[in-house]
Antibody
Framework: QVTLRESGPALVKPTQTLTLTCSFSGFSLSTSGMCVNWIRQPPGKALEWLALIDWTDDKYYSTSLKTRLSISKDTSKNQVVLTMTNMDPVDTATYYC?????????????WGQGTLVTVSS | DIQMTQSPSSLSASVGDRVTMACRTSQAISNFLNWYQQKPGKAPKLLIYAASNLQSGVPSRFSGSGSGTYFTLTISSLQPEDFATYYCQQTFRPPLPFGGGTRVEI
């Protein structure tokens, strides 16, 4: 059974750095074809893809946010960490981590429940 | 970067209706196009991958088609539980953006 769960602060101040952890089970990021994404969704708005890390440790980022994002993995702990620097109120959103499999056209087949992050002083 | 455009942004329909929505990409992406359904307060759910492949457990009233730059998602007979927002996503080449969504409402 595949599960993913996001954890991190619910509230951050402007200019601070956000660190989110995705803890997963039911698969390994050392398995060929496995990847973990981060996606966010501001309240009432569309999904926004942020970043992906794959089993080879290749990393990909949203062009508009790449200077602020960093993604990393700890395969032994089954965790993926996303950091986003210089947080702003417009970054208020629900942040999801989600699994991608290359075998199904790199589609996202499992999602975490999401964690709401509010940016406010 | 590849840009995604979904249309319409919203549509009104009734139970039993046949509903079609579209997704266009700014560059050809072969069939690397996926569709998701999202209900309020919930994480999205994968419906269709590789443009036309039904994800396991998804009802057969959902179907996808297209290749290149134009794709469609069709619901053959709308059910009450299908009222939701639908998103497309390209996975041809990173970054991997989503479309702006199509909201299906009564």
């Amino acid at each position: 059974q595949v599960t993913l769960r996001e954890s991190g602060p619910a509230l951050v101040k402007p200019t601070q750095t956000l660190t989110l952890t995705c803890s997963f089970s039911g698969f390994s990021l050392s398995t060929s074809g496995m990847c973990v994404n981060w996606i966010r969704q501001p309240p009432g708005k569309a999904l926004e893809w942020l970043a992906l890390i794959d089993w080879t440790d290749d990393k990909y980022y949203s062009t508009s946010l790449k200077t602020r994002l960093s993604i990393s993995k700890d395969t032994s702990k089954n965790q993926v960490v996303l950091t986003m620097t210089n947080m702003d109120p417009v970054d208020t959103a629900t942040y999801y981590c989600a699994r991608t499999q290359y075998s199904i056209s790199k589609a996202i087949d499992y999602w975490g429940q999401g964690t709401l992050v509010t940016v406010s002083s | 970067d590849i840009q995604m455009t979904q249309s319409p942004s919203s549509l009104s329909a009734s139970v039993g209706d046949r509903v079609t929505m579209a997704c266009r990409t700014s560059q050809a992406i072969s069939n690397f196009l996926n569709w998701y359904q999202q209900k309020p307060g919930k994480a999205p759910k994968l419906l269709i991958y590789a443009a036309s492949n039904l994800q396991s457990g998804v009802p057969s009233r959902f179907s996808g088609s297209g290749s290149g730059t134009y794709f469609t998602l069709t619901i053959s007979s709308l059910q009450p539980e299908d009222f939701a927002t639908y998103y497309c996503q390209q996975t041809f080449r990173p970054p991997l953006p989503f479309g702006g969504g199509t909201r299906v409402e009564i």
